[in-house]
């Protein structure tokens, strides 16, 4: 197991940035592609984003692409997040995970094998 810690989150105003930060301890950070989860009041855990092994390729989920920007620097075993023109509706605990190596979809969450506690974003109108 890793473990992934989430920070950066807080409040901000609708329209703003937020850049958040999810380290991971371990080894062989560089293996694994990771992914970025949401989850609101009263809604399903819901894919954001992901990122291949060495940043190569992303995928986002439809509610964030052309706002968010997930990357990561494989020396510091930190994937960021980088969220821009944020609006109410993102607002959600936000968690880091690592993508199971054996897996075939970047939305299902079952396909990650670690996850972090989570940071609050909260959006203010």
């Known amino acids: 197991q890793v473990q992934l810690v989430e920070s950066g989150g807080g409040l901000v105003q609708t329209g703003g940035s937020l850049r958040l930060s999810c380290a991971a301890s371990?080894?062989?950070?560089?293996?694994?592609?990771m992914g970025w989860f949401r989850q609101a009041p009263g809604k399903e855990r819901e894919f954001v984003a992901g990122i291949t092994r060495n940043g190569g390729s992303t995928n986002y989920g439809d509610s964030v692409k052309g706002r968010f920007t997930i990357s990561r620097d494989n020396a510091k075993n930190t994937v960021y997040l980088q969220m821009n023109s944020l609006n109410i509706d993102d607002t959600a605990v936000y968690y880091c995970a690592r993508r199971r190596l054996i897996s075939w979809s970047w939305e299902d969450d079952r396909q990650y094998d670690s996850w972090g506690q989570g940071t609050q974003v909260t959006v203010s109108s």
């Open positions: 371990g080894r062989s950070f560089s293996d694994y592609a």
